[in-house]
Structures are given as structure tokens and as C-alpha cells.
Nanobody, 119 residues
Framework: QVTLVESGGGLVQPGGSLRLSCAAS????????MGWYRQAPGKQRELVAT???????NYADSVKGRFTISRDNAKNTVYLQMNSLKFEDTAVYSCKAVLFPVYGSTTYWGQGTQVTVSS
């Protein structure tokens, strides 16, 4: 079992910055990739960024150059630094962890944190 707890969401003006954190607990040694996803009202959930245990990253085209995902394995925490925020970045952001295949590639989700970009 893995538990993910997100924090850092809030209200920010366009062009501003926020940093989201996702702290993992439980069987953290079983975690393979971690990532951030978001869901805006009336839209499907979409990938924002992922990071492997070795630090390899992948980003949605819409956030490349503005968002940075990072992972602190010692703290069992993944971060999402969001800069140059736009209105369209408004969404509930959720953290996801996927276990290594030997553990069934089980997926866990956090409860989500709201990010609102508004003037």
C-alpha cells in the first residue's frame, strides 16, 4: 500500500508561480515512476509530467519550458514547479505513483490539490 499526499495548490495570478509537493508513504521502495496529472472542469484528466527513479522526465507539450518535475528519493517526495502560469493551467492536480512491474504495476493516486490561475 502506498499513500500520496499533495500540497501547495492555491490561487495565483497569470504569470505567477506555484510549487506542488507529493509526499509518498508506505511501501515506497516499490514505487517506480511518479507523475502529476490534472483535470480541468468538463475535461478529461491529462498527463502533466512524469519522472522515473533515475530522474528521467517527460512533459506534456502544453507545459514544456514552464513546469519542472523533480524527485527527492531521500524524502520520498516529488515536486512540480510551475512557472509562467496561464489561465488554462487551472485544474485539480493529482499525484500518481506506479509500482515496479514485479509488484503488479499497481497505480496509486493522491487526493488532488486545486490550482486556480485568475486575475
Amino acid at each position: 500500500q502506498v499513500t500520496l499526499v499533495e500540497s501547495g495548490g492555491g490561487l495565483v495570478q497569470p504569470g505567477g508561480s506555484l510549487r506542488l509537493s507529493c509526499a509518498a508513504s508506505g511501501n515506497i521502495f516499490r514505487i517506480n515512476a511518479m507523475g502529476w496529472y490534472r483535470q480541468a472542469p468538463g475535461k478529461q484528466r491529462e498527463l502533466v509530467a512524469t519522472v522515473t527513479p533515475a530522474g528521467s522526465t517527460n512533459y506534456a507539450d502544453s507545459v514544456k519550458g514552464r513546469f519542472t518535475i523533480s524527485r527527492d528519493n531521500a524524502k520520498n517526495t516529488v515536486y512540480l514547479q510551475m512557472n509562467s502560469l496561464k489561465f488554462e493551467d487551472t485544474a485539480v492536480y493529482s499525484c500518481k505513483a506506479v509500482l515496479f512491474p514485479v509488484y503488479g504495476s499497481t497505480t496509486y493516486w493522491g487526493q488532488g490539490t486545486q490550482v486556480t490561475v485568475s486575475s
